[in-house]
């Protein structure tokens, strides 16, 4: 059992959880859910003892199966996580070591915690770790096993991090946000595979997450946090049952309730025939240097996108949707020039795009102020003013709903949404007329989601911007773009305007995507 009753944590002055009570037990799921910045997060570091060292328990409890976990140890500590307890981080790139392959990161954990069953062998070890591998569906474990991290998509990554999770077969297993930046369908197969997990294993799930969607089917018990505190409790969402409306209502936005599937599209946008393409992309194909076995190899080509061809009109919301690994953020580099191993076309008919990253904070240099970083891309303009340089970098803050004592903060010191608007602001700053946004809201939660949507839509109207928008979420894809390519390993399955898509798509992948 999981026992945390009336658990307080400050940073100094500043109560971060208040008197926070829940449990979970062996074979059951217990769902927290809640908004950026309520306290699930906070609440999982405190189970597992990675706790800031300026944050500090000052009330309540946490038991481990009749174990107290609270001020224990650092050594104690460290025996206790992998192997009883493990979690499963929201954002994989700040938690794998960039350095270090991918086979020997889950190898170590192996290693270390001595598994039964798992041998000690380097050939036992590689064969355990192929396994978790091939678990959490990823393909080709063996390329995954010697691929370093940033050789991963993001969904990749996020797969990778599950299967060091459970790789030790824990009795509990915290879950942050695991599936945030994953397609719908491989959602529901992450879902399934911890299920599995927990039922063949008899493991204890908490699952943190901002979509309650998720949890209706899946959580035996659900908490909504709000400001450090538990604001509501349910001890069932069953299928048959509608959301509460209770917590709904914990999540409504500015604007009303959260946007519902085929609402309606954000824009009014004119597809006429005499618009001007603004970027044309003919016939192309990409590729990826493998690694050779032999050093005295050459390494060879890897083909990953086939024979690509789309437009995007000016002015236009253009959608690229897929699931993980399909090839759109490969497009996106591509098309950006960061991937030189393609023949086919790509013509600007302006100057070159910018990107909005997935991750805002692997994307940001930890070391620079904001200040810093929005110059950055106008120095290497050619701006050198001083005075104009804070000019243009306060009215893009302003712009992006933030004042201008941002520019004097770091990035760690910024919540998830401050992250993304700054890295909205990055792009921008140059004045590009095509603007491409490479999973721009898979790590918010549906608030913050909708203000950045919002934001996006203002921006565009202000500036007279053109988007490229890659998510593998459909229903936030309806709602912002004109038009719609799907992709497929590589490939594209289909193009249309948004609403002939949903509502008649012609492939058996489309309608997936839409039913799942």
Same mark, same amino acid.
């Given at each position: 059992?999981?026992?945390?009753?009336?658990?307080?944590?400050?940073?100094?002055?500043?109560?971060?959880?208040?008197?926070? /009570?829940?449990?979970?037990?062996?074979?059951?799921?217990?769902?927290?859910?809640?908004?950026?910045?309520?306290?699930?997060?906070?609440?999982?570091? $405190?189970?597992?003892?990675?706790? !800031?060292?300026?944050?500090?328990?000052?009330?309540?409890?946490?038991?481990?199966?009749?174990?107290?976990?609270?001020?224990?140890?650092?050594?104690?500590?460290?025996?206790?996580?992998?192997?009883?307890?493990?979690?499963?981080?929201?954002?994989?790139?700040?938690?794998?070591?960039?350095?270090?392959?991918?086979? *020997?990161?889950?190898?170590?954990?192996?290693?270390?915690?001595?598994?039964?069953?798992?041998?000690?062998?380097?050939?036992?070890? &590689? #064969? *355990?770790?192929?396994?978790?591998?091939?678990?959490?569906?990823?393909?080709?474990?063996?390329?995954?096993?010697?691929?370093?991290?940033?050789?991963?998509?993001?969904?990749?990554?996020?797969?990778?991090?599950?299967?060091?999770?459970?790789?030790?077969?824990?009795?509990?297993?915290?879950?942050?946000?695991?599936?945030?930046?994953?397609?719908?369908?491989?959602?529901?197969?992450?879902?399934?595979?911890?299920?599995?997990?927990?039922?063949?294993?008899?493991?204890?799930?908490?699952?943190?997450?901002?979509?309650?969607?998720?949890?209706?089917?899946?959580?035996?018990?659900?908490?909504?946090?709000?400001?450090?505190?538990?604001?509501?409790?349910?001890? $069932?969402?069953?299928?048959? %049952?509608?959301?509460?409306?209770?917590?709904?209502?914990?999540?409504?936005?500015?604007?009303?309730?959260?946007?519902?599937? *085929? +609402?309606?599209?954000?824009?009014?946008?004119? !597809?006429?025939?005499?618009?001007?393409?603004? @970027?044309?992309?003919? !016939?192309?194909?990409?590729?990826?240097?493998?690694?050779?076995?032999?050093?005295?190899?050459?390494?060879?080509?890897?083909?990953?996108?086939?024979?690509? /061809?789309?437009?995007?009109?000016?002015?236009?919301?253009?959608?690229?949707?897929?699931?993980?690994?399909?090839? &759109?953020?490969?497009?996106?580099?591509?098309?950006?020039? %960061?991937?030189?191993?393609?023949?086919?076309?790509?013509?600007?008919?302006?100057?070159?795009?910018?990107?909005?990253?997935?991750?805002?904070?692997?994307?940001?240099?930890?070391?620079?102020?904001?200040?810093?970083?929005?110059?950055?891309?106008?120095?290497? #303009?050619?701006?050198?003013?001083?005075?104009?340089?804070? &000019? +243009?970098?306060?009215?893009?803050?302003?712009?992006?709903?933030?004042?201008? $004592?941002?520019?004097? *903060?770091?990035? #760690?010191?910024?919540?998830?949404?401050?992250?993304?608007?700054? #890295?909205?602001?990055?792009?921008?700053?140059?004045?590009?007329?095509?603007?491409?946004?490479?999973?721009?809201?898979?790590?918010?939660?549906?608030?913050?989601?909708?203000?950045?949507?919002? @934001?996006?839509?203002?921006?565009?109207?202000?500036?007279?911007?053109?988007?490229?928008?890659? /998510?593998?979420?459909?229903?936030?894809?309806?709602?912002?773009?004109?038009?719609?390519?799907? +992709?497929?390993?590589?490939?594209?399955?289909?193009?249309?305007?948004?609403?002939?898509?949903?509502?008649?798509?012609?492939?058996?992948?489309?309608?997936?995507?839409?039913?799942?």
């Amino acid at each position: 059992m999981l026992e945390i009753e009336k658990l307080t944590v400050c940073f100094g002055d500043r109560c971060v959880l208040d008197a926070v /009570s829940m449990s979970g037990k062996r074979g059951g799921v217990l769902g927290i859910v809640g908004e950026s910045g309520s306290g699930k997060t906070m609440t999982a570091l $405190s189970i597992m003892g990675l706790l !800031n060292p300026q944050a500090q328990i000052k009330g309540g409890s946490i038991r481990l199966d009749g174990r107290e976990l609270a001020g224990l140890d650092e050594h104690s500590m460290s025996d206790i996580r992998g192997k009883d307890i493990a979690m499963i981080f929201q954002e994989p790139m700040t938690s794998l070591n960039p350095s270090m392959r991918i086979g *020997r990161q889950l190898g170590e954990a192996v290693r270390l915690h001595k598994i039964p069953d798992s041998g000690s062998s380097a050939k036992e070890i &590689k #064969s *355990r770790v192929l396994e978790a591998l091939a678990d959490v569906k990823l393909p080709e474990p063996e390329r995954i096993y010697g691929s370093y991290p940033h050789e991963l998509s993001g969904g990749m990554r996020q797969r990778v991090m599950i299967a060091m999770g459970t790789i030790c077969r824990p009795g509990y297993l915290l879950c942050d946000e695991p599936t945030t930046a994953l397609d719908v369908t491989t959602q529901k197969g992450i879902i399934e595979l911890i299920r599995c997990m927990k039922d063949e294993h008899d493991m204890g799930i908490v699952f943190i997450t901002h979509d309650l969607k998720l949890l209706k089917n899946f959580a035996d018990k659900v908490i909504v946090m709000c400001r450090g505190r538990v604001v509501e409790r349910r001890f $069932s969402l069953r299928p048959e %049952m509608s959301i509460p409306e209770g917590l709904l209502l914990r999540f409504r936005t500015g604007a009303g309730e959260l946007p519902e599937h *085929r +609402m309606c599209v954000w824009t009014q946008y004119d !597809n006429g025939d005499d618009m001007t393409n603004i @970027l044309e992309v003919k !016939n192309l194909n990409a590729y990826y240097k493998t690694k050779s076995k032999s050093v005295f190899a050459h390494s060879e080509k890897k083909q990953v996108l086939f024979d690509i /061809s789309f437009d995007v009109r000016e002015g236009e919301i253009f959608g690229i949707v897929g699931e993980s690994g399909c090839g &759109k953020s490969t497009l996106s580099r591509t098309i950006l020039g %960061m991937n030189p191993l393609y023949d086919g076309s790509i013509v600007h008919n302006n100057k070159k795009p910018q990107m909005i990253f997935q991750d805002p904070y692997s994307s940001l240099n930890p070391a620079w102020t904001i200040g810093r970083i929005l110059r950055e891309p106008l120095l290497l #303009s050619g701006i050198r003013e001083r005075k104009k340089l804070d &000019k +243009m970098v306060s009215d893009m803050l302003c712009k992006v709903g933030l004042d201008e $004592s941002y520019a004097y *903060r770091h990035p #760690s010191q910024l919540s998830g949404g401050q992250r993304q608007r700054i #890295s909205i602001a990055a792009a921008l700053i140059a004045c590009p007329k095509l603007v491409i946004a490479d999973e721009p809201l898979s790590a918010l939660d549906v608030t913050i989601q909708s203000q950045i949507m919002q @934001l996006l839509i203002e921006l565009k109207r202000e500036m007279g911007l053109t988007y490229i928008f890659i /998510s593998h979420d459909i229903d936030v894809v309806y709602q912002l773009c004109d038009r719609i390519m799907v +992709m497929k390993d590589g490939r594209v399955v289909e193009i249309g305007d948004t609403r002939e898509i949903f509502d008649n798509p012609r492939e058996a992948y489309t309608r997936q995507l839409i039913e799942a």
